[in-house]
C-alpha cells in the first residue's frame, strides 16, 4: 500500500479505514448531511419550547423503526439514531476488513472519547472511567471501597437490583451495614426526602448511596441538596443514575457527587455495552480497582477503573456519534422536551378517575420516566392493549405489596403528544371512561 505524503494523524487514520463498502469519508458525509439539517432546524426553532412541531418531527425521522413500531420504554433500552448506528457498522467492519485498524489505531481515540464524554457531563477526563453499564460502575466502587464490619451505607427503598446487589455481597464480605431509607412512593418535596436521609444518620454512616433516576416510580432524587447534606457530614455519596445520561443536562461539578454511574443506550442513543463511571477527584484514592492488568499501579485517575483487557472500540466510537447527536440538538432542549411530554401524561392521567400517578409531578423530581397504576385493572393489560392497537412498547414495573405495581411510560424526544394520547386512551378504555 502505498501511503500518500503529507497526511496529518487524523488524515491518515481516515487513509488507513477507507474501506471500498462504506469509506469514512463516505461515512462523515452522511453524517455530516444529517447533522447540518439538525442545526439549520434548531436554528430555526431556539426559541420554540412547544413538544411538537416540525424540529421534533425532523429528529423523530431521524430513528428507524420498523414500521409504526413506537418504543417507549427507554427505561430498559432506547434505540440508536441513524448517525450513530452509520458509525457503529463502521467501526465493526474493521475487524474483518483490517485487523491492524483494530489494535493499532482504533484504540488511540479512547481518551478522546472519554474527554467528550467528560465535558458533556461538565467533569475533568481525570474523573470518568468507561465501562459497559450503570451495574459494571456501580460495582467497581462498591468493591473498591475499604468500608469495614460496622460500617454504615444509606440506601433507599427504591433500588435496583443491579445497586442493591453489590451491596448486599459486600455485606455478607466484611460486615458492612446496609441501612434502608423509606422514602414514601411520591415525594412532594425535597425536604421530605433529605431529611429522611438526615435523620437516618448515625455516628457509624459512612456513605449515602441513592438512586438519581429511580426505576420503580420515576422520582428524580435531589442530588445537589443530598451531597451537600453528605459533605456536612463527612460522607461519601453515589449516585446510580441509569437513565441520566441523555435524560438530563448532567453536571457533576453543581451535583456534588463523589460517584455517579450512568448507562448511555437508554436515553442518549449510544449502543449496549458502554457506560459511564464519574469519580470526583478527591474521592478518587479511595477506590481500589476490580480488574487490573500490567500498570495499574500507576495510574493515578479514573482510567485506573476501566475494565482492562481488549475491548470493542467500536462502542467508543459510536458512544462520540451519540454525544456528537445529543450536543447538536442541545442538552437542555432535550431534557426541557423530554418533561414537557412527561408532564402532559401525567396531567392528563390526573383527569382520569381510577388513574393513580406515582411520579410526582414536581418537574425537579420528575423527568421521562412516569408510573401509574389503575384501579380495578392489571397493569399487563394495558402493556397488552397498546402493543396491539398502536404496536406501541412500555412495561409492568414495581410491587404489588409496596404499592409500587403499575405501568412505567418513557417519554424519549422522537415522540410527540400523539403518542400522549395514544397511552391516554388506552387507560382510558380499560377503565371503562368514554374518549
Not at 500518500?4 to 487524523?10: D, E, F, K, N, Y
Not at 412512593?185 to 426526602?193: A, G, K, L, M, Q
Not at 445520561?245 to 448507562?263: E, N, Q, T, V
Request: hydrophobic share 40%.
Amino acid at each position: 500500500m502505498n501511503v500518500p505524503l503529507g497526511l496529518s494523524r487524523r488524515e491518515f487514520a481516515k487513509y488507513l479505514l477507507a474501506g471500498p463498502a462504506v469509506s469514512l469519508s463516505a461515512l462523515e458525509g452522511l453524517n455530516a448531511g444529517i447533522y447540518q439539517k439538525v442545526t439549520a432546524l434548531n436554528q430555526k426553532y431556539l426559541e420554540d419550547e412547544a413538544p411538537d412541531g416540525p424540529f421534533w418531527e425532523e429528529i423523530r425521522g431521524l430513528y428507524d423503526f420498523e414500521d409504526r413500531f413506537i418504543m417507549m420504554n427507554n427505561g430498559t433500552l432506547g434505540p440508536m439514531p441513524k448517525p450513530v448506528f452509520n458509525t457503529l457498522a463502521r467501526y465493526f467492519r474493521v475487524q474483518m476488513t483490517n485487523p491492524f485498524d483494530s489494535y493499532n489505531y482504533l484504540p488511540t481515540f479512547r481518551e478522546a472519547v472519554r474527554a467528550k464524554l467528560a465535558a458533556f457531563v461538565n467533569a475533568s477526563p481525570d474523573e470518568v472511567a468507561l465501562t459497559s453499564n450503570t451495574t459494571e460502575g456501580l460495582n467497581f466502587v462498591i468493591n473498591g471501597l475499604d468500608l469495614k464490619d460496622g460500617d454504615e451505607v444509606l440506601t433507599s427503598n427504591f433500588e435496583h437490583p443491579g445497586h442493591l446487589g453489590p451491596w448486599k455481597l459486600k455485606e455478607k464480605r466484611t460486615g458492612v451495614r446496609l441501612k434502608q431509607v423509606d422514602l414514601p412512593i411520591t415525594p412532594r418535596s425535597v425536604d421530605e426526602i433529605v431529611g429522611a436521609f438526615a435523620a437516618a444518620i448515625t455516628p457509624r454512616t459512612r456513605m449515602i448511596s441513592v438512586s438519581h433516576t429511580v426505576f420503580i416510580t420515576g422520582l428524580i432524587a435531589p442530588l445537589k441538596e443530598l451531597s451537600r447534606l453528605a459533605r456536612d457530614k463527612g460522607l461519601l455519596i453515589m449516585a446510580d443514575s441509569a437513565h441520566g445520561i441523555g435524560m438530563l443536562d448532567l453536571d457533576m461539578k453543581a451535583l456534588g457527587m463523589d460517584f455517579f454511574a450512568s448507562s448511555p443506550y437508554k436515553w442518549l442513543g449510544a449502543p449496549t455495552g458502554i457506560g459511564l463511571l464519574y469519580v470526583r477527584k478527591e474521592a478518587l484514592d479511595k477506590v481500589w480497582p476490580t480488574v487490573v492488568s500490567s500498570g495499574w499501579e500507576t495510574v493515578q485517575r479514573a482510567a485506573k477503573l476501566d475494565p482492562s483487557g481488549q475491548r470493542s472500540d467500536a462502542m467508543l466510537f459510536a458512544l462520540d456519534e451519540a454525544l456528537n447527536f445529543n450536543n447538536r440538538i442541545g442538552k437542555s432542549r432535550i431534557e426541557r422536551r423530554i418533561k414537557a411530554l412527561s408532564a402532559r401524561l401525567k396531567q392528563e392521567l390526573g383527569k382520569i378517575s381510577g388513574a393513580k400517578v406515582h411520579t410526582p409531578s414536581d418537574p425537579y423530581l420528575s423527568a421521562g420516566l412516569t408510573a401509574f397504576s389503575m384501579a380495578g385493572v392489571e397493569p399487563e393489560k394495558l402493556v397488552n392493549y397498546l402493543r396491539e392497537k398502536y404496536n406501541l412498547v412500555i412495561r409492568t414495573m414495581g410491587n404489588r405489596e409496596a404499592g409500587t405495581y403499575g405501568v412505567r411510560v418513557s417519554t424519549p424526544i422522537y415522540i410527540s403528544t400523539k403518542e400522549i394520547d395514544m397511552v391516554v386512551e388506552g387507560v382510558r378504555t380499560l377503565l371503562g371512561h368514554r374518549t
